[in-house]
């Protein structure tokens, strides 16, 4: 049976990602400072422990995983990552994370290594044009991230890439570009804008008014779950080593996005646009490194995963349910435990 570790469990993509290697029959250890918040961890066993300590990081990888994914990180959407509010908390939380991890997993045998970096690794001035914006994997360089996350990202990318290089560890790199679905952040402050979209919409009655960040003419793309998984476990169990891109190619601005979660909560929303933190003015996945080395590419519609994640959202209102942790066992770590004591 696969032994796989993952770090970051009790978050977004990692709680998916858990229960996706359950259903191969991995034998799965989790863990974050918090239990998944909005469903039961599917981990075998499942650890409590703050990763920026090494002490945990040796604990938690005390045998020679099959599989190991670093998904753990201080980050949200960009409430959260462009206010500059939390920068140092970002810098330094992640990087210990991964310092620990990448050392650890080499002394320790760790046989081969995930890590999740982030499409904000890509320089600013890539992605002023919101036509035609490049997030090529080989235009990262010179570096010029348009915030603190990023910078840490391309660091941390770095590093697993010295430690593959002088110690032999096997890692394997993604850039994500914004994944959304079911079960992740949608009103704490960390969502991202689908979620947020989703959210404003399903609260507001037919006809009324919701708040979006800027004009509303910056273009993203969002890749669903479910795909983002699927390009994380084909990716790890390939003889690339990345970085490279793991997002969809089918950019949208964000009013086209609000339009979309209109047509499918069947609302009439009009938009006032306020300001906010809107990051860079363009950002799309370039999907050629992956289709070339992975002979596969993210390919379904945005719309399909926008139905299921409004559906989930739609439900947790209605539920009444305001970012309760119903499901989470043990003693929750509040956002505030991440932050320097
Ligand atoms: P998330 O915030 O839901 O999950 C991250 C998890 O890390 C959280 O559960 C958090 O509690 C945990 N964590 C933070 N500090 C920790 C610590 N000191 N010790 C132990 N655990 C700790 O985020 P996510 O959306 O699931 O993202 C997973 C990874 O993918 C992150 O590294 C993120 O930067 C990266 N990423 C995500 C996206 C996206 O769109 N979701 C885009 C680009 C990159």
């Not at 977004?12 to 996706?20: A, C, D, N």
């Not at 409590?48 to 938690?60: F, S, W, Y």
């Not at 994640?309 to 499901?327: L, P, R």
Request: net charge negative; aromatic share 8%.
């Amino acid at each position: 049976m696969k032994q796989v570790l993952v770090l970051g469990a009790g978050g977004f993509i990692g709680s998916h990602l858990v229960k996706r290697l359950k259903t191969e029959g991995c034998l799965v250890r989790g863990v974050d400072l918090k239990y998944p918040r909005y469903s039961e961890t599917a981990a075998d066993e499942f650890v409590i422990a703050d990763l920026r300590e090494t002490a945990n990081v040796r604990a938690a990888m005390d045998r020679p995983f099959d599989e190991v994914y670093q998904l753990a990180a201080d980050m949200g959407g960009a409430g959260f990552v462009f206010t500059g509010s939390h920068d140092a908390d970002i810098m330094h939380n992640s990087a210990m994370i991964n310092l620990n991890v990448a050392e650890t997993a080499a002394k320790n045998g760790i046989r081969r290594i995930f890590y999740s970096s982030s499409a904000c690794i890509y320089p600013r001035e890539n992605q002023i044009d919101r036509d035609n914006p490049n997030c090529r994997e080989d235009s990262a360089y010179p570096a010029d991230p348009d915030s603190e996350y990023g910078w840490e990202k391309l660091f941390s990318e770095r590093m697993f890439m010295s430690f593959a290089r002088n110690y032999g560890l096997e890692c394997r790199i993604a850039r994500f570009h914004n994944v959304f679905g079911p079960e992740g952040s949608w009103n704490d402050g960390r969502e991202k804008a689908p979620a947020a979209i989703c959210r404003k919409v399903a609260e507001v009655p037919d006809g009324g008014e919701i708040e979006i960040w800027g004009d509303g003419e910056q273009t993203r793309s969002f890749l669903y779950i479910d795909e983002c998984l699927e390009g994380v476990l084909r990716l790890t169990r390939s003889d690339f080593a990345g970085p490279v891109n793991i997002g969809s190619e089918q950019m949208v601005s964000i009013n086209t996005l609000v339009d979309m979660v209109c047509a499918i909560a069947g609302k009439q929303v009009s938009r006032k646009h306020v300001t906010g933190p809107i990051g860079v003015r363009g950002r799309n996945s370039d999907n050629d490194l992956i289709q070339r080395e992975l002979n596969w590419a993210p390919a379904e519609v945005l719309e399909a995963g926008l139905g299921k994640t409004y559906a989930w959202i739609a439900a947790q209102i209605e539920a009444g349910k305001s970012d309760v942790d119903k499901h989470a066992r043990g003693p929750i770590a509040s956002r505030a435990v991440t932050h320097l004591s």
